[in-house]
């Protein structure tokens, strides 16, 4: 299957630099399966492709695509997802929830980016285009090092490998401040909470990432939710 088949079959058309991954075999995560982390996942670990080390972020192949695509149109789903509303699933989280092209709000090509979380019945705005989501997923990688069945060395290799085979995708304000914070130290640091503070490692402050993030790719509704079913 081909992102040409799926937008044929569903009446639209996915972000250019989506179809450029696709066709620099960025999308290409093989078959998954019982065995994909101990024999898919090393042949790919070298050279990652979109967002693989990222925390909590599942590609789906383009099969995985259609299906997911006719799964949250279908009048049964249990999400009752309002016919007004076109996602385009591209992406999942560990538990279920869809990373997604937000079709209704298309402009000049470009979509913002969504999370369609299946128990708060909402979606919440990550950025206005492909391209700032990567470049947000970077930095939120890079602020927290919390993986405990990883060290923190790996953790950085890994980030430092997926820069190398991402970097080209990004802007060259993009690829130069990920690529600064990626020369830095590991450092220890506190995130102030109403409730108190947690701590925290990475390669960057909580506080700088969000500094950062509206620095860098402004967008007006981020951060921002809306509910997409009238169910409760």
């Known amino acids: 299957m081909t992102p040409q088949d799926i937008e044929k079959k569903y009446g639209f058309e996915f972000p250019l630099l989506y179809k450029q991954l696709e066709a620099e075999g960025m999308l290409n995560v093989g078959e998954y399966g019982p ?16 967002l693989l080390h990222s925390y909590d ?14 799964q949250l149109r ?16 591209f992406a999942q989280s560990y538990g279920g929830d869809h990373y997604c092209f937000f079709l209704n709000e298309e402009k000049n090509g470009e979509m913002p980016i969504v999370f369609l979380s299946h128990d708060a019945v909402e979606a919440d705005y990550l950025a206005k285009n492909l391209q700032d989501f990567i470049f947000k997923m970077f930095l939120t990688d890079m602020a927290y090092f919390d993986n405990e069945d990883v060290s923190d060395q790996e953790l ?5 490998s997926m820069f190398r085979t991402h970097k080209k995708y990004l802007t060259h304000q993009q690829q130069d401040i990920l690529q ?4 830095r130290e590991i450092i220890d640091y506190e995130i ?3 409730y108190g503070n947690e701590e925290a490692k990475g390669l960057l402050t909580d506080d700088e990432k969000n500094i950062l993030l509206n620095e860098i790719i402004p967008f ?8 997409y079913s009238d169910e409760e």
């Open 74 to 89: 279908d009048p049964e789903d249990y999400r009752q997802i309002r016919k007004e509303f076109k996602f385009i699933p």
């Open 35 to 50: 065995n994909w982390s101990s024999e898919v996942y090393p042949k790919l670990k070298e050279n990652p492709p979109l």
């Open 192 to 194: 102030s909470f109403s």
């Open 57 to 70: 972020f599942e590609l789906l192949t383009l099969e995985g695509v259609n299906e997911e695509i006719k």
């Open 156 to 160: 950085k290799n890994n980030l430092e």
């Open 180 to 183: 600064n914070i990626l020369n």
């Open 220 to 227: 007006d509704k981020m951060g921002t939710s809306f509910e």
